[in-house]
């Protein structure tokens, strides 16, 4: 089953940056989520996109989804240490809404 | 509001022995149910969905199991653990129908020695 691509692996930046992480897809989709994991810690949803929407915002989280080139992106502005997570990007998967399948994650690193 | 509880949060288990995860969720009816697992510094591989009582769907053969006996609780199980069933495992819900965001356990941490 296809999954969505974290891109890039790790990303390390200094407070008060702007973190920008992408993911990749191949096959149609109808929605596409976000996810944050601290170390140690259960996943924490943080944005779902449609597939009719271009662009998404929550707080300092923007998400956008550019259908036709199968890709979305994640953007934390004014990074702050406390972002320092991984993020994960998920896409259904199975022809249901009620599976999802998750990329590798991008280990995003805010030093103070 | 929905809690979802998962325990124990850490277990040491020799090989050969028998598993036990627990799942439950509050403040909400007829969720769907999820059961991951992550190993190190990977993503999430799905084990078993449910999207009802008695209903478990497998994604991956292997030593594990899992049962819904009640409409909130969800539990993983194994005769006899390996090795390989290290890792942290992860239990998630979801509303039913449409498209919705999943909710995940603080998991448990499994380290089979």
């Known amino acids: 089953s296809q999954q969505g691509e974290e891109d890039p692996q790790a990303l390390s930046i200094q407070e008060g940056e702007n973190a920008t992480m992408n993911c990749s897809y191949k096959t149609s989709i109808n929605n596409l989520q976000w996810y944050r994991q601290n170390s140690g810690r259960g996943l924490v949803h943080l944005i779902l996109i449609r597939s009719n929407e271009r662009e998404k915002h929550s707080g300092r989280l923007r998400v956008t989804l550019d259908t036709s080139k199968k890709s979305s992106s994640l953007l934390i502005t004014a990074s702050r240490a406390a972002d320092t997570a991984s993020y994960f990007c998920a896409i259904p998967s199975g022809g249901s809404n009620y599976k999802l399948t998750f990329g590798k994650g991008t280990l995003l690193t805010v030093n103070p | ?113």
């Open chain 2, 1 to 113: 509001s929905q809690t979802i509880h998962q325990w124990p949060a850490t277990l040491v288990q020799p090989v050969g022995s028998p598993l036990s995860l627990e799942c439950t969720v509050e403040g909400t009816s007829n969720p769907n149910l999820y059961w991951y697992r992550q190993a190190a510094g990977r993503g999430l591989q799905l084990l078993f969905y449910s999207v009802g009582i008695g209903q478990i769907s497998s994604e991956v053969p292997q030593n594990l199991s899992a049962s819904r006996p009640q409409d909130r609780q969800f539990i993983l199980s194994s005769k006899k653990l390996l090795l390989s069933d290290s890792g942290f495992y992860l239990c998630a819900w979801r509303r039913t129908g449409g498209i919705y965001e999943q909710y995940f356990g603080p998991g448990t941490r499994l380290t089979v020695t």
